[in-house]
């Protein structure tokens, strides 16, 4: 064996172009696919050199390529394609292999099968416990070590089940990736590789590999490491973690430098030669920079837009760019999206068919029958509640998904305790009957303006999403390509869905490809929709090449860079939180039995978790140390100063990174490390635009005005000094104005219960007195009883629903009854529904005023509302700012005001609603924000508009 050390990925290009012949053959493993491709693509030339045609290679898929550089004698391989290539090429191995779909649903049955382990807590591990096994079936560990790890009950029970595991799957003559393994590195042909390279660090080297290694030593191959080091500076710590991984195969002492280019023209990759050395140098190009945001979105951001900018105006090639952050699978959707928005493409794995619409819409469809809360919530063989609902509307594959998901959203607050398909035919038949009555004085309720054939429609959907799911998820024991050719056909043959696109077609055809392999166990309906996502992640999948006038950015993280050239790099969310990386475990899985696992095999790199923890701190150094000698012209560190509302701080890294400019924080001073690099220029804060906005003043609605003519009610004005734009709204789109959410429509409904409460307090006692008070207190639960039965029909709520809808409903009451005998003066009242209504026409405009309940005294005659509940109750804020708390009083008292005053005739109140009558007619709808808007039923029309008028300004 011999390891040759080089930081720059060029140095070992020119060894392998000097060292490969097309008549050797040459095993060539990596640690990553992003080294597999440079490494391909090196290859691709070097053969064309030696005049041997070969196609361009980002226009093929991995596997084409690997064949073609095979032919050539070449065999490169990312380390885990190798083991499956090593799995794979024995046809007797092959056989018996179950694919990992299959093998987890082996575990499954075994947890089903044990008392201890049938229940959700241990069922939702299987992937995990999936991946333990094979690690530990690889690693051969004994499992007298691993017992004596730990005298947890859980702990044993574990080890109990993998026995059962490998025991259930050898009676029955299956292989698992992990045994597999086992019997394909003792049969595999190594001896025909003539060379072998190792190339790029694996840190640490896992059980596989070394077994892999050892075995290759073991028959006499010839073995050549490249790894990552600057030998001339072996002792720096960024090295550290490579030679406590690598010296167990050669001595320190004996490797070889083939480090024949020194990197080091610009502040960039000075820096990068003398990190966490005692050298420093001096700032004399802009290679280099720290930017400091305020958040994480304006961050990311500012570094797409500005790549997009360099890539526009040519200042750099789009594959020469890369963003390195932390969890890149985390950040990859933030990115992407960012990336559709400044016309970029990123280099990133397609989204997965599982999260396009006709992937999303299968995985409910089987949701349905696999939901983890059947049997909990429910006591059927499925669970179907609103979200669920909302979620198969919203892919959009049902061609009448708009017009019944606009159904759902004005009827949500009715599906509430909707779970099974029973509970959702039964609220859709009271909800019908409810539209049969439903009459003028339910105008804010969302049924007035939906009529019955529309509930039709939406009871057609459930019914056919109720037999789609009883199809695809059925009864039938056959393997899993069984299983997706009869949901293909059944989703294929219902003519109410859409058809998927070619794209989307090509990409099930290829899943189906890969199913076809699923074939040797056989799995029922339950099952296979238990696997479904995993089906339709489609990981094998690759997007076709770009066309040439789209761009590719790369997105990954710090670990996969080592031996790759970028122009740019972007360092991104540089804080402590994530630079030195997290190690995150799951159990089983532990920093203590990760190191039982790898130091198996005599492997020497990791003896306890101890070791293994400082090992993960010192690969983060490297880990860095890789990222800055990967960029050759700009590199940009940038951290946001907040993360989810949570204050940030910057990475200790950047002490030694200012530390090779000679900066350091002085511990005498009060100033940090960030202030001294921002009177060195170095740290810098980005120059952000001027927000611009419009000041929620008159935006003149052209062609849009409330005509003359029409009914205004006191109610309306209130509404109008409230926020002229709702008023505005509320004229403009009347069918928007029914509420929605369970929160307005309980209030709705409360609003409905007083006033029907009210009506029937009159009947029952028409005269009320203080002597007869707590009689009329104590009866007003059975008139809300009675009032009950009488609008539930109109409200098919849930129990729960209705407590509250009584509690409010009874607190107006009691005030109303306390209000009415607190007259000083008098002892008693007569009580009568008729009142006042009061028609007056003020500027073009028909004013009305109602008080319909009549409340006679001796000697006076008072009068209330008892509707205006139902058009004021959306007056409701969840604020402790006490300007909007006063607005809010102001306007009520307003109202009651002019309500009053234009029911008595009174020439200053008409006066005042002239005026209001002006400005209508002169559309005057300024917006008035605030806490209200939270609860306004306008709220999503009104942002809407205020985007198109922003954009047509």
């Known amino acids: 064996m011999e390891i040759l050390g080089s930081p720059n990925t060029n140095d070992i ?214 790894v990552p080091i600057d030998l001339e500076k072996k002792d720096s710590p960024a090295f550290k973690v490579i030679k406590k991984t690598y010296s167990q195969y050669v001595d320190i002492n004996d490797w070889k430098s083939i480090n024949f280019v020194k990197q080091d023209h610009n502040v960039v990759q000075k820096l990068a030669r003398n990190l966490f050395t005692n050298e420093t140098i001096i700032v004399d190009d802009p290679s280099f920079e720290i930017i400091e945001f305020e958040t994480l979105e304006e961050e990311f951001t500012s570094i797409v837009q500005r790549i997009s900018t360099f890539i526009k105006r040519d200042i750099v090639k789009p594959h020469k760019v890369a963003i390195i952050t932390p969890n890149p699978m985390e950040m990859r959707p933030f990115v992407r999206e960012l990336a559709e928005l400044y016309d970029l493409k990123c280099d990133l794995p397609p989204r997965a068919l599982v999260h396009l619409p006709y992937g999303k819409f299968i995985y409910l469809l089987f949701q349905i029958k ?164 995993s089906i339709f992640k489609d990981d094998n999948f690759q997007e076709e090449e770009y066309p040439s006038n789209q761009v590719k950015i790369t997105v990954t993280g710090p670990n996969n860079v080592e031996f790759q050239e970028y122009d740019m790099i972007f360092l991104t969310r540089f804080t402590q939180n994530m630079y030195p990386e997290k190690i995150h475990y799951k159990w089983p899985m532990s920093m203590e039995v990760e190191s039982i696992l790898i130091k198996s095999n005599d492997n020497k790199q990791i003896n306890n978790s101890s070791e293994l923890f400082n090992f993960y701190l010192d690969r983060s150094l490297y880990h860095l140390f890789t990222v800055l000698n990967s960029v050759s012209k700009k590199l940009t560190i940038s951290y946001s100063k907040r993360d989810n509302g949570l204050n940030q701080s910057v990475s200790h890294y950047l002490h030694d990174i200012a530390k090779v400019f000679n900066i350091e924080e002085d511990i005498q001073s009060e100033k940090s490390i960030e202030d001294v690099l921002k009177e060195s220029n170095l740290l810098l804060n980005p120059s952000s635009r001027p927000f611009e906005y419009s000041d929620y003043t008159n935006e003149n609605i052209i062609g849009q005005s409330i005509k003359e003519g029409i009914e205004l009610s006191i109610e309306d004005i209130a509404v109008y000094e409230y926020c002229p734009k709702r008023f505005f709204y509320e004229k403009q789109f009347p069918n928007q104005r029914a509420f929605q959410s369970v929160f307005h429509i309980q209030n709705y409904a409360s609003a409905c219960l007083y006033e029907r409460g009210v009506i029937n307090l009159v009947d029952k006692f028409p005269r009320i007195s203080k002597e007869n008070k707590k009689v009329v207190l104590l009866e007003i639960e059975n008139i ?87 058009d004021l109750q959306s007056f409701s804020i969840n604020t402790l700012d006490q300007e909007e708390l006063n607005n809010h009083k102001r306007v009520k008292e307003l109202y009651y005001e002019l309500l009053r005053g234009f029911c008595y005739g009174s020439n200053q109140t008409n006066q005042k609603l002239a005026l209001y009558a002006e400005k209508i007619n002169n559309n005057s709808f300024e917006k008035n924000p605030g806490g209200h808007c939270i609860y306004c039923s306008f709220k999503h029309i009104c942002m809407e508009k205020e985007i198109q008028f922003n954009a047509a300004d």
């Open 13 to 226: 290009e020119l060894y392998l172009n000097k060292n490969t012949s097309i008549n050797d053959k040459t095993l060539h493993l990596v640690p990553t696919m992003i080294l597999y491709q440079r490494r391909a693509n090196f290859y691709r030339k070097l053969l064309k050199s030696k005049n041997i045609d070969m196609p361009v290679f980002h226009r093929l898929k991995d596997k084409e390529i690997n064949s073609l550089l095979r032919k050539n004698g070449i065999f490169l391989f990312e380390i885990n394609r190798f083991f499956e290539e090593m799995v794979n090429s024995n046809s007797e191995i092959k056989s018996t292999l179950l694919s990992r779909r299959e093998t987890t649903i082996i575990l499954e049955r075994v947890l089903k099968a044990n008392p201890v382990t049938n229940n959700h807590v241990w069922l939702v591990l299987i992937p995990k416990l999936y991946d333990f096994f094979q690690n530990l079936l690889i690693s051969g560990t004994p499992l007298k070590e691993l017992k004596s790890y730990s005298s947890n009950n859980s702990w044993g029970i574990l080890l109990s089940i993998f026995e059962d595991y490998v025991k259930h799957l050898k009676e029955n003559n299956y292989l698992d990736y992990g045994l597999a393994w086992c019997k394909a590195i003792k049969v595999y042909d190594l001896k025909k590789f003539d060379k072998v390279y190792i190339d790029g660090a694996f840190l640490p080297v896992q059980p596989g590999l070394h077994k892999l290694i050892k075995t290759l030593n073991d028959i006499g191959s010839e073995i050549k490491f490249f």
């Open 784 to 870: 809300l009883d009675e009032s009950k039965m009488e609008l539930y029909g109109f409200f098919p709520l849930g129990q729960r629903y209705w407590e509250d809808i009584k509690i409010r409903a009874g607190f107006h009451l009691e005030e109303l009854i306390k209000k009415v005998l607190n007259n000083t003066e008098h002892n008693a009242a007569e009580l009568s529904i008729g009142g006042q209504k009061v028609v007056k026409k003020l500027n073009g405009y028909n004013f009305v005023g109602e008080r319909e309940l009549k409340v006679k005294y001796p000697t006076v005659t008072h009068y209330y509302s008892i509707s205006n509940l139902k």
């Open 370 to 533: 696999t939901d983890d809360r059947i049997n909990t919530l429910v006591q059927a063989d499925h669970f179907i509640d609103k979200s669920l609902v909302s979620e198969l509307l919203y892919q959009n594959i049902y061609k009448e998904s708009q017009e019944v998901l606009s159904l759902l959203e004005q009827l949500q607050a009715f599906f509430e305790d909707s779970r099974t398909f029973n509970e959702w035919y039964n609220q859709l038949s009271m909800l019908k009957e409810a539209r049969r009555v439903i009459n003028e004085d339910f105008r804010n309720h969302p049924l007035y303006y939906i009529s019955e054939n529309q509930l039709d429609q939406f009871q057609l959907f459930i019914s056919l999403i109720e037999n789609i799911s009883r199809k695809v998820v059925n009864n039938a024991i056959v393997p899993f390509q069984k299983h997706l050719s009869n949901l293909l056909t059944t989703l294929s043959e219902e003519e109410h869905l859409y058809k998927p696109n070619e794209d989307i077609v090509d990409r099930i055809n290829e899943i189906k490809d890969i199913v076809e392999l699923d074939d040797k166990l056989n799995i029922n309906g339950e099952e296979f929709g238990s696997k479904i996502q």
